[in-house]
């Protein structure tokens, strides 16, 4: 069993920056992608960014591409969301996925609990 577990969330001003962690314990998983995905109050869950735990190839939702970038650190099986300029629209529940088999699914295996950033104006 893989266990997501996200850290870094908070509370920042408009035009700041949070960076967020997910580290995966347990045994190593089969599938190449891992995620971030977040959940607003009142709306549905929305892709952020995913990556290729391989090749490293990423992809971005429209609404974040060019202010959060996401990586990996494959020696600690962890994967990080960097997001700079906040919006107060970013303002969400941010959930960590693995095991995904390409960067454009949602269908992963293994889901985290997921950590609040909250983005004021």
């Known amino acids: 069993q893989v266990q997501p577990v996200e850290s870094g969330g908070g509370s920042a001003q408009a035009g700041g920056s949070l960076r967020l962690s997910c580290a995966a314990s347990g045994r190593t998983f089969s599938r190449p992608a891992m995620g971030w995905f977040r959940q607003a109050p009142g709306k549905g869950r929305e892709f952020v960014a995913a990556?290729?735990?391989?090749?490293?190839?990423?992809r971005y939702a429209v609404s974040v591409k060019g202010r959060f970038t996401i990586s990996r650190a494959i020696a600690g099986n962890t994967i990080y969301l960097q997001m700079d300029s906040l919006k107060p629209e970013d303002t969400a529940v941010y959930h960590c996925a693995i095991g995904g088999s390409n960067l454009y699914t949602e269908d992963y295996d293994y889901w985290g609990q997921g950590t609040q950033v909250t983005v004021s104006s």
């Open positions: 990556i290729n735990w391989g090749n490293g190839g990423t």
